[in-house]
């Protein structure tokens, strides 16, 4: 028997229904009442099934999320004038910040227990404005694997290409300070003027907060240049 994509609501409304009808049966004809909350029992399964989405959020919904939560970084970046490369930084409630150095770019990353005492926070007598990237919130509650390069390219693979549809491959090859990460297809246009230069491309963006997080030490955006058909973006994530 072959089962249709909308069986799943079909079955909820029809529990919804038998469960009502059972309950009001039960109720006012046979006053039983636990054959009644047995009914109810069966209308509220039948409703979560028939709430229940079909499919997962769209790929390319989370891309436009994602690429539109950079235009008010960029806007803040611009009034503050930030343009020094930012550290990203793991949090201890699993989370990753960006730490951009306000003034003269900073060549020592903030510690893993920086502070965070507002929008900008001074450490060790330096300035930084504290950003929340795109992967901040995807980052926590994430298994990022046990250390090993092929479970770090797996953790990059799984939020670029399959969660938010970034790109089509990703290849991961880490060095003793650094990881370079080859993005194939890379299919957002977002990470430009300031954005660019503080918290690289969303794509490399992504690939340093879950780097960052796997290898519980601050990471920045070394480089990253596209080919000249725009097929594939080299990124160097150099680690402090």
Same mark, same amino acid.
């Given at each position: 028997?072959?089962?249709?994509?909308?069986?799943?609501?079909?079955?909820?409304?029809?529990?919804?229904?038998?469960?009502?009808?059972?309950? /009001?049966?039960?109720?006012?004809?046979?006053?039983?009442?636990?054959?009644?909350?047995?009914?109810?029992?069966?209308?509220?399964?039948?409703?979560?099934?028939? /709430?229940?989405?079909?499919?997962?959020?769209?790929?390319?919904?989370?891309?436009?999320?994602?690429?539109?939560?950079?235009?008010?970084?960029?806007?803040?970046?611009?009034?503050?004038?930030?343009?020094?490369?930012?550290?990203?930084?793991?949090?201890? !409630?699993?989370?990753?910040?960006?730490?951009?150095?306000?003034?003269? @770019?900073?060549?020592?990353?903030?510690?893993?227990?920086?502070?965070?005492?507002?929008?900008?926070?001074?450490? !060790?007598?330096?300035?930084?404005?504290?950003?929340?990237?795109?992967?901040?919130?995807?980052?926590?509650?994430?298994?990022?694997?046990?250390?090993?390069?092929?479970?770090?390219?797996? @953790?990059?693979?799984?939020?670029?290409?399959?969660?938010?549809?970034? @790109?089509?491959?990703?290849?991961?090859?880490?060095?003793?300070?650094?990881?370079?990460?080859?993005?194939?297809?890379?299919?957002?246009?977002?990470?430009?003027?300031?954005?660019?230069?503080?918290?690289?491309?969303?794509?490399?963006?992504?690939?340093?907060?879950?780097?960052?997080?796997?290898?519980?030490? @601050?990471?920045?955006?070394?480089?990253?240049? !596209?080919?000249?058909?725009?097929?594939?973006?080299?990124?160097?994530?150099?680690?402090?």
């Amino acid at each position: 028997m072959r089962i249709e994509p909308q069986s799943p609501h079909i079955v909820g409304y029809a529990l919804v229904a038998f469960g009502a009808l059972a309950a /009001i049966f039960f109720w006012f004809v046979m006053g039983n009442v636990p054959m009644t909350a047995l009914g109810i029992g069966i209308a509220v399964v039948g409703s979560s099934l028939a /709430i229940t989405p079909l499919s997962p959020v769209p790929s390319a919904i989370v891309r436009r999320m994602l690429e539109g939560s950079l235009l008010n970084i960029e806007a803040v970046l611009e009034e503050l004038n930030v343009s020094a490369k930012g550290f990203y930084v793991p949090r201890p !409630d699993g989370g990753v910040q960006v730490y951009a150095p306000m003034g003269a @770019a900073s060549i020592k990353a903030p510690p893993l227990d920086a502070p965070v005492d507002g929008l900008v926070t001074k450490v !060790d007598g330096s300035q930084f404005l504290v950003i929340f990237p795109p992967a901040s919130l995807l980052m926590k509650n994430r298994d990022t694997g046990n250390g090993d390069a092929a479970d770090l390219e797996g @953790a990059i693979s799984e939020v670029l290409v399959e969660e938010a549809g970034l @790109a089509d491959s990703v290849k991961a090859t880490e060095g003793r300070q650094d990881v370079a990460v080859e993005i194939s297809s890379p299919k957002s246009g977002a990470g430009a003027g300031r954005v660019k230069a503080v918290m690289g491309s969303l794509e490399a963006g992504i690939a340093a907060a879950i780097v960052a997080r796997a290898r519980g030490r @601050a990471v920045t955006v070394g480089s990253e240049e !596209d080919s000249p058909n725009g097929r594939k973006r080299s990124v160097t994530l150099t680690l402090h």
